[in-house]
T-cell receptor, first 115, second 112 residues
Framework: NAGVMQNPRHLVRRRGQEARLRCSPM?????VYWYRQLPEEGLKFMVY????????ESGMPKERFSAEFPKEGPSILRIQQVVRGDSAAYFC?????????????FGPGTRLTVL | AQRVTQPEKLLSVFKGAPVELKCNYS??????LFWYVQYSRQRLQLLLR??SRESIKGFTADLNKGETSFHLKKPFAQEEDSAMYYC??????????????FGQGTILTVHP
């Protein structure tokens, strides 16, 4: 099992462009979580998805950010019209169930830099 | 709202010394608490969770509901323990089940 995969590992965008971050969960995991880590801060929850459903998006900024986890393929975190403040490390985690006691397995992260 | 506080951003000890990484939380119910660790150039991984009451790599953590703390301890630190440590909380129930709230992390450096 290759573990949680994220790509790209590094992404550079200019202000106003779109950023697409991909996350492939571990085999057999149908629950995906996205977290954002701003410089000098801890990880902050953004969104929790199951296949084809958004369960909790309470941590997502109201505008420009969206996430999906289609029936086939990876989960996508999409940021439209990026601004400098979006520069951060974005981590994806997966788990086999939504039980809070379950371990979440993390990907290596995507480091987004907005110029 | 639930919150996790790790008061020390940096912690340095010498090899063989005891180490304690502090974690306090604010939540009125019965939380589920975890310690995650990130070694250099590796991904974040689970170190231990309070419900398991296990000791991993010599580390233990006891949930103290009275003090709302979940400090991570090891009696004799090793150089390979140098890493970033995150305390994380999950509160059961509702649609937020499974979502983790992280502290800001503590960088532990163990000197030879």
């Amino acid at each position: 099992n290759a573990g949680v995969m994220q790509n790209p590992r590094h992404l550079v965008r200019r202000r106003g462009q779109e950023a697409r971050l991909r996350c492939s969960p571990m085999k057999g995991h149908s629950h995906v979580y996205w977290y954002r880590q701003l410089p000098e801060e801890g990880l902050k929850f953004m969104v929790y998805l199951q296949k084809e459903n958004i369960i909790d998006e309470s941590g997502m900024p109201k505008e420009r950010f969206s996430a999906e986890f289609p029936k086939e393929g990876p989960s996508i975190l999409r940021i439209q019209q990026v601004v400098r403040g979006d520069s951060a490390a974005y981590f994806c985690a997966s788990s086999p169930t939504g039980l809070g006691s379950n371990e979440q397995f993390f990907g290596p992260g995507t480091r987004l830099t907005v110029l | 709202a639930q919150r996790v506080t790790q008061p020390e951003k940096l912690l340095s000890v010498f090899k063989g010394a005891p180490v304690e990484l502090k974690c306090n939380y604010s939540y009125s119910g019965s939380p589920e608490l975890f310690w995650y660790v990130q070694y250099s150039r590796q991904r974040l991984q689970l170190l231990l969770r309070h419900i398991s009451r296990e000791s991993i790599k010599g580390f233990t953590a006891d949930l103290n509901k009275g003090e709302t703390s979940f400090h991570l301890k090891k009696p004799f630190a090793q150089e390979e323990d140098s890493a970033m440590y995150y305390c994380a909380l999950n509160f059961p129930g509702g649609t937020s089940y499974g979502k983790l709230t992280f502290g800001q992390g503590t960088i532990l450096t163990v000197h030879p």
